[in-house]
């Protein structure tokens, strides 16, 4: 009896140890700033080409997808523009995207994400106000 009880504990250790022990991570994500970058909130003239540039490294997991999504003048629903595949087992990837601001007066929201392979997600935002 007092070895089952040893085992039980023994593997009760373990099992607890290693569950509580792994603390989840999500991946970063950081905007590239410097000559050339868009990373804050601007006012555009119609038309404008900017570069948003991302640097994204591996929290828990390895890195999955890198995407942007816009939605213009305060709707809530995003939509994808663009996706990159991250490379498998790249733990640091950049990636730049190029805009160009619609051609009409209003608002439009830059959302930027990471994803890991869990799921986990991170994301940045840029509003760009377009008169």
């Not at 603390?23 to 970063?28: A, D, Q, V």
């Not at 890198?66 to 629903?77: K, L, T």
């Not at 498998?88 to 950049?94: D, I, R, T, V």
């Amino acid at each position: 009896m007092r070895n089952g009880l040893l085992l039980f504990a023994a593997c009760a250790l373990l099992f607890f140890g290693n569950s509580c022990s792994k603390e989840s991570k999500s991946p970063t994500l950081t905007l590239k700033t410097g000559a050339g970058y868009t990373s804050t909130d601007i006012t555009a003239a119609p038309g404008t080409v900017i570069q948003v540039g991302v640097i994204a490294d591996m929290g828990t997991d390895p890195l999955k997808l890198i995407y942007s999504e816009v939605a213009f003048d305060g709707a809530n629903v995003d939509s994808l523009y663009t996706r990159v595949e991250v490379p498998a087992n790249q733990p640091h990837y950049e990636h730049d995207f190029t805009i160009t601001v619609r051609n009409q007066v209003g608002t439009e929201r830059w959302t930027f994400n990471v994803n890991d392979k869990d799921g986990r997600l991170t994301e940045k935002e840029i509003k760009i106000v377009v008169q």
